[in-house]
Each structure stands twice: as C-alpha cells, then as structure tokens.
DNA sequence: GTGAAAGCGCTAACAA
DNA sequence: TTGTTAGCGCTTTCAC
C-alpha cells in the first residue's frame, strides 16, 4: 500500500531544475520562465506528482483545513451547515467535522486538539457548555460562530434573523384574524429561542395585542409534556387560535404529541422534510442554510487573512413559506 | 494568532530531560522510569503542550485523519451514517467529510487530494462515477464502501442486508393477506435497489405468488412521474392492494404524489423523520447506520493495520417496523 | 530567473 | 533507561 510517491526532488530532476523550482511552480510564484514551468509541469504530471501535506504544512506553519464543528451532524440541519461550508470551501480547503454530542470533555478536547495545528480556522456552532475554555481557544486560532453566538465571548458571527423571522410568522397570523397566538418554543436559555420569542412579542406589540404569557411555553422538546400543554390550551378560557414553534424539534415534538397541523393555524419555525405535505402543507420560517454556510466561511477566510480585522456579525434573512395552515382558523 | 506553542524541546528542557524522552512519554512507549514519565507529564501540562500534527505525520508518514465521502452529506442517511463514523473512530483519527455532489472530476479530484496525504484511509459510499478512477486509488490508500460496493472493484465492504429486508417487508405484506403487492424503486441500476428487488422477487416466490412485472417500477425518484404511476396502478385489471418502495427518496416522491400511506397497506424500505407518525404511522424497513458506520471503521483500522488481510464483506441486519399501514387493506 | 542551504517539529535508528 | 544524530518533504532565506 501507499506506493511510493514522487516528490518534489524527483519531479526536479526529471524537469532538470531544482526543487526551489518546483516549489515555485507550485505555489504558483512569479519569476518563473515559461519554458521552465512548462517543463516542470510536464514532469509534475508524467510522475502524478502530489504535494505532501503535512511536509507542507508543517513548512508553513498551516493545515489547509479547517473544522466544522457542531452538537450533532445527524441532525438534518446541521448537515445542511456543513454541506454549504463544505461547497463553499471549494478546494482551498478540507472540512473536518466534529459533532460534540453534548459531551462537554469530547467538545473541549476536539476543539483543543483540533487548535493546536489540526485546522486553521473553526465554524463552531457553540453549545452553551463552549463557554469555559473558548476564550483560550479563541487566542490560537480563528473561530466564527454559526447559527448561535458563543456567550460572553467576541467572536465573528453568522445568525438567522431570528428576530424578524419569528415576527414575520406572527404578522402573517395576526392577518388572517388571529389574536391568540401560542408560542411554544425550545428551553428559554437556548439563544435563538430568545430571538424567536423576541419577534413573536415585537409581533404583537405591533399589532397592539398584548402578550399573554400564559400563552408561551418554552421548554426542551419532549412531546409528552408539550402535549399535555396542548390540551391544557384547549381548555383554558380563551384558548389559542394559531401557533407558532420556536425550532424544528419543538415541531416535531408538537406532531408527535398528536397537534393537528391541519386543522389549527400554525406557522413553524425551520423548514423540514415533508412539512410541504404533512397535515395539508405546515407554513414555516425556512432558515437559509447555503447562505449561512457560506457567509460563515467568507468570514472565516477573512478572519484567517486578517487577524486584527474587526468582528463581525451578520444576519441572514429567512423566507416565510405560507403553504396552507394558518388559512384555517 | 497562533501563540507560540510549546514545543517538545521546550518540555524536554522544562523537564530535564532530551526530545526523545518527551517523544516516548508522548507515545506510551516502554522503558521510561515511573518519575520520569510524572516530570514529562508535568512538563507538559505546565506548557500545555500539543504535539504539531504535521510533524508527526511528516515523520511517521500518517496523517491521523480518515475520510468520510459521500454523495451528499446533508442526505439524513449520510449525516447518519457520517455520526456513526465520527463516534466509531473516537479519538483515534479525525474525520474528514467529502461531499461528491455528482461533480465526478471534483470527486476524482477530492479523493487523490485525500489520499495524497491527507487520510490514512477512506470510508467511500461511491457513486457509480467511482468506477473509474477507483482503480489507482486503492492502490495507494485503503478504503472501506460503505451502504455499497464499488462495482468491478475488490475492497471491502459494510453493507445493509438488503435482500432479507426487503423479503421481511414483503412476507409482512404477504402475511396480511396481500398477494398484489406494487415494487416502488429508484433507478434500476442503483445497487441497493437490484438487492432490494431480488428480496421483493423472493419473498414472492416463497409464498408461491408468481411475478407480475407490470407491479415493478424503477425509476429516479420523480413525484410527477411516479404520481402518473400510482393512478395508472389503481386502474389497471387486478390493481395492487399493497405497497413497498425501494428507498427513502422513492418513498418521499410517492408522499409528494400523494400517495396515501394512511388508507394503502405500505411498508417503505428505510425509516425517515415522521414516519412513525405520516398517514397514522408507516411501516419501515429501518437500516441500522450505528452499525453500519461502526462497522465500516472497524473493517478499515483492520486494513490500516493489515494491508494484506483477506477483503471482507459484511452485512448489517435491518429492522421491520410495524407501526400501522399494513394492516388495511 | 534560479539554486543551495537551513530548518519547520517530530520520531527511527542507533548508541551509550 | 536515556540521549544523539539524522532526516521525513517541503518552503524560507539569501545568494547568484
């Protein structure tokens, strides 16, 4: 196995150059003679000739890679972050992925292993154990945070605009009559829900109806407890009308627990497999995950060429897709 | 950035001692008294020191790092069946994922870069374009397919038990009475699904029930098309009172066409988001990508270690869930 | 425009 | 049990 490679000596004596040379056509550095480089291109490809990586790497002090880290690749979303850094990324660099699993001494030690020369840069998508060590880590090396910010620590960002995302849902529920929206959403700590919460008041407030928060439930998704609070909606004095989820678990929880998206006005947040058929079509707040992915690895990029450049956040607009639930009342 | 890590000799230094000892400290290595391993160890932790990857992988001529290439990565199979990689390799190796995304000279590009230097071994779901170049590649890199083979080509293999799935769908169908039972399929030429026929075509043959092809559909996933099918089927002579689809992306397209899973005795081959609970609950034929994934790995360390050993194939048992369709007619 | 020499941080081979 | 020497394959001086 691993045949013998070419390197670059080998490439240089067959081009009759030196591997200063070689390197130079390489790295696509000027001063080269045409002839010479045509030459040495020749003997790059007569021997399939391959840099090594690592003899690079360790040269110059770079991986050529970075990572993609987040809680758990399987999750559909997730995979849709990587496969956009992974395109946007195109061959100037390989993508390491690294799902964290909710093991706060996994998490630390990829990433510090990872920092200490795997990768030259990281798209983290922070979980709220990132706090603790991030603020060593952010000294070694370049990180930008996607999809969430890291608490308490400056770093480059690309978010949803949660904000506005959620209050468009509640605005376009508000205009086909309804005034008893229920909001229920992921645990109250987790930093998009507090956006999407955020929206979902500024919604109303706007309309001039006032927040009941009896109608907000936040908690982690677990379709047993939520679909005890969906009955116990349905018999308060003035139950909800329409209903907005604050993620796609919630979602999911809320279908799982038996919620009719046919018949109850509903706008989700995060699109997801089937939602354009489930239940006669749920209307949902579609994140932008080829644009986040790539914004993130612009800014990675960035951060990488420029290390003084000052941090960045940018917001990506989300589209409201209205397939057919909220019609209902 | 990049602040000045600690190097072995900066340990040795620290600790009294030469490179090399550090270096065997670092890799557990016989013959280091006790305490002088407990100096090297806190030399280290003093430095927080990391050794540099490119340099080890310069010296040893292994990069620490395997590849994990698919067609499409936020595919839920493939993230799934990347997590399982990732958890499999531990900390063993890093993972990287590739993308192919049906660009076959980025593929072919993608895998001679990994296999250049970057990956000490690839676990490859190929696409048929692999066929090609898959040749030399395996002469230089071990690989493991996984989900498939590579076809013309010896490596080994981690693949689903396809064949007893689908018959076990089928007898399922069968037992409840059905003996006009439709094939839904993805493209004829597509591995998994000549294996999933053949268990269709079995499983029939054993209950006695002769073959009728005009209940056989093969083709790329299309709700449009296959929408014209599923009508087509209701009016011809015998219709068929039951149904199987050949994958997740065949049994998507039929949910798009409306099909209807909730009033059709249906089992789809693969388990998708919501099929416990679309259309009252669909059946599946679950394949395990824990074991699949882990598998894989483990058939790929075996060839690390051992570029000789025999190539081996191995089946992973799938999973019939029953949860509603089947048991209308 | 091109080449020679040095060295990135580590480990294999050999001494001691 | 530990240290010395060399060199992995490339790029960075700096000389020509």
Redesign the pocket.
């Known amino acids: 196995m691993s045949a013998e490679?070419?390197?670059?000596?080998?490439?240089?004596r067959l081009a009759?150059?030196?591997?200063?040379?070689?390197?130079?056509v390489?790295?696509q550095?000027?001063?080269?003679?045409t002839?010479?480089?045509e030459r040495v291109l020749a003997a790059m490809r007569e021997l399939s000739?391959?840099?090594?990586p690592?003899?690079?790497g360790?040269?110059?002090?770079t991986s050529g890679s970075i990572a993609f880290v987040c809680e758990d690749i399987s999750e559909p979303f997730a995979a849709q972050l990587a496969l956009s850094v992974e395109r946007s990324v195109g061959d100037r660099y390989v993508v390491i992925v690294a799902s964290m699993l909710g093991d706060v001494k996994r998490e630390r030690e990829t990433l510090e292993s990872l920092a200490a020369g795997h990768v030259d840069g990281i798209v983290l998508s922070p979980t709220p154990a990132s706090k603790g060590y991030l603020a060593r880590l952010l000294r070694s090396t370049p990180v930008v945070c996607l999809d969430r910010p890291a608490r308490g620590h400056e770093t480059d960002v690309v978010l949803s605009d949660n904000v506005g995302g959620m209050a468009s849902a509640v605005r376009h529920l508000i205009a086909a009559g309804h005034d008893r929206i229920a909001y229920l959403g992921d645990a109250e700590e987790v930093f998009t829900q507090k956006e999407r919460l955020e929206g979902y008041r500024s919604a109303l407030r706007e309309a001039g109806i006032e927040l009941d928060l009896s109608l907000v439930y936040q908690h982690a998704p677990d379709s047993q407890r939520i679909g005890k609070h969906l009955s116990w909606f349905r018999q308060i004095r003035r139950p909800p009308t329409a209903y907005v989820s604050g993620n796609s678990l919630t979602t999911l929880a809320m279908i799982h627990a038996g919620f009719d998206a046919a018949s109850d006005a509903f706008v989700a947040f995060d699109d997801f497999p089937l939602a354009d058929v489930f239940g006669g079509g749920i209307n949902v707040v579609a994140q932008d995950a080829e644009a986040l992915g790539a914004e993130a690895v612009h800014t990675l990029m960035r951060r990488i060429d420029n290390d003084a450049a000052p941090v960045k956040a940018t917001r990506i607009g989300t589209r409201l897709l209205i397939r057919n639930s909220s019609s209902l009342r």
Do not use: I
Not at 58 to 61: D, I, K, M, P, W
């Open positions: 490679r070419a390197k670059m000596e080998d490439v240089a009759g150059v030196s591997a200063k040379t070689v390197s130079r390489l790295n550095e000027a001063y080269v003679a002839d010479t480089r000739y391959r840099p090594n690592a003899a690079q360790l040269r110059r002090s």
